[in-house]
C-alpha cells in the first residue's frame, strides 16, 4: 500500500508512509473483546477467505485534505471473465452505491469493488474502466459495472477540492494483496467519524469448525456512521457520554454510512450470497448503530467459490452449479454477524486521531477507557 502524504501546509511534496502507521492503537481482541462464539481466520481480516486481495491509497494534504480508497478484489483472476455470485443489500439507502442495479439484477460482481469518499465515486468509477479494459484478455469488453462505494468524509475532508483522481485510485487497485489488512485511518477510512469518535477501516473474519464444511467469512467496513456505541453489549457511548441524542431530541448527529463488504468461500448461490448480506446488518445493530435518515448502510456479499463462478467460456453452454442447499446456510448466518460486530470494533479502535478540514478533529476511542469500562463489566476475556 503506498500512502500519498503532504510534508506541511506550505508543500505540495508528497512522500510515502508505512501501511502499518497505527499510533499504538489495538484491535478489539487486545482489550479482550472477541464477539460471538466462533473463532476467527489466521489473519481475523477479509483476507483469510482465499483470493480475496485488499489495496488503500491514502491522501493527507496540508491541513484540509484526509481522504482517500480502498480496494477489494474478490479473487487474483480475471474478475470479468470469472464473475463471483453477488448480492447487495440496503439498509438505509442514504447513498451514492454505483453498480447496485446490475448486480441485484444477475447476482454477480464483474469488477473490483472500490470504497471512497462521496464526491469521488465517478472518478473510482473510471478507475475501475481503466483497470478492468487494461486486463488482459477482456480486448473484446465493452461493457462493465462498477461496483464502487462511498461515505462522506466532509468533516475532517474538503471534500468539494475533489483531490482523488483516477490515478490515485487505480493505486488503490493495484496495490491490492492478500495478507494482513491495514485498518483505521487509511484509505476510504482516513476521514470518517464513527459514533463520535474517529472511524476509519476495520476487518474481521470467522471460520466454521469442518463438521459445518470449514468455510470462512470475512467481513471489511468503512465505519462512518452513528448511534450509541456499544461494546460486546457494554454501553460505552452513554458510560463515556458521548452518543447519539444526549442533549436534545434534534442535538447529538447520527448520519453518516457505512458500507460493509462481505466475501466467503462457501459455495452459496446469489440469492443466498444475499441472505447473507441481510444478516450483516444484525452485527451492525448489535454496535449501537441508529440507522437514521441520513445514514447510507450497505452490504455487499460475494462468494469466491469455485463451484459457483460464472465464467465467460462457458456463456453459450449449460451452467452446472455445486452450492450449499438453505439448510446449510444458519451457520454462515452467525459468522457474517459477528465477523461485522467485530470489524466495526477494529475501525474504532485502530483509528487514529486526525486533525482535518478547518480545524475539526476526529478523536480516536480512547482504548485504555474502554478497556476499564469492559472489565467493569466482566467482558474482558
Not at 510534508?7 to 497505527?22: D, F, G, L, V
Not at 480486448?139 to 483522481?165: F, K, M, Q
Not at 478540514?357 to 478497556?371: F, I, R, T
Amino acid at each position: 500500500m503506498r500512502n500519498i502524504v503532504a510534508i506541511n501546509e506550505m508543500s505540495a511534496t508528497r512522500s510515502m508512509i508505512h501501511q502499518s502507521t497505527t499510533g499504538g492503537r489495538q484491535r478489539a481482541r487486545a482489550l479482550g473483546l472477541a464477539p460471538g462464539i466462533l473463532p476467527p481466520g489466521p489473519l481475523n481480516a477479509i483476507t483469510d477467505v482465499p483470493g480475496v486481495q485488499v489495496g488503500h491509497v491514502t491522501r493527507i494534504e496540508g491541513s484540509h485534505i484526509r481522504t482517500g480508497a480502498t480496494a477489494i478484489v474478490p479473487h487474483p483472476r480475471n474478475p470479468c471473465r470469472e464473475r463471483v455470485p453477488a448480492g447487495i443489500v440496503v439498509g438505509n439507502g442514504y447513498g451514492k452505491l454505483m453498480g447496485t442495479t446490475q448486480v441485484q439484477e444477475l447476482g454477480e460482481l464483474e469488477t473490483p469493488i472500490v470504497l471512497t469518499n462521496t464526491l469521488a465515486v465517478p472518478r473510482a468509477a473510471d478507475a475501475i474502466l481503466d483497470w478492468t479494459l487494461a486486463y488482459p484478455g477482456n480486448e473484446e469488453v465493452a461493457s462493465i459495472n462498477p461496483v464502487v462505494g462511498e461515505t462522506n468524509d466532509s468533516y475532517l475532508n474538503d471534500i468539494r477540492a475533489r483531490t482523488l483522481t483516477a490515478a490515485d485510485i487505480r493505486e488503490a487497485i493495484d496495490s491490492a494483496q492478500s495478507g494482513m489488512v491495514a485498518e483505521g485511518s487509511v484509505g476510504g477510512g482516513t476521514g470518517t467519524i464513527a459514533f463520535g469518535w474517529k472511524g476509519g477501516i476495520g476487518t474481521s473474519s470467522r471460520l466454521l469448525p469442518t463438521s459445518l464444511g470449514g468455510y470462512t467469512v470475512g467481513v471489511l467496513v468503512q465505519a462512518n456512521f452513528g448511534g450509541v456505541l456499544q461494546m460486546g453489549g457494554v454501553p460505552v457511548g452513554q458510560l463515556l457520554s458521548r452518543y447519539y441524542l444526549k442533549h436534545a431530541i434534534d442535538q447529538g448527529d447520527a448520519d453518516g454510512s457505512i458500507m460493509i463488504i462481505v466475501a466467503t468461500d462457501a459455495p452459496v448461490s446469489d440469492r443466498n450470497v444475499t441472505r447473507l448480506a441481510q444478516r450483516a446488518l444484525a452485527g451492525l445493530a448489535r454496535t449501537g448503530a441508529a440507522m437514521s435518515n441520513g445514514s447510507g448502510d450497505y452490504v455487499i456479499a460475494f462468494s469466491t467459490a469455485e463451484s459457483v463462478r460464472r465464467r465467460a467460456t462457458a456463456r453459450d453452454q449449460l451452467l452446472t452449479i455445486s452450492e450449499l442447499p438453505n439448510e446449510h446456510m444458519s451457520p454462515l448466518f452467525q459468522a457474517v454477524i459477528e465477523a461485522t460486530e467485530e470489524a466495526i470494533y477494529n475501525a474504532l479502535c485502530m483509528a487514529t486521531t486526525v486533525e482535518g478540514y478547518q480545524g475539526h478533529v476526529g478523536e480516536a476511542l480512547p482504548l485504555e477507557q474502554v478497556h476499564g469500562l469492559l472489565k467493569s463489566h466482566n467482558v474482558d476475556s
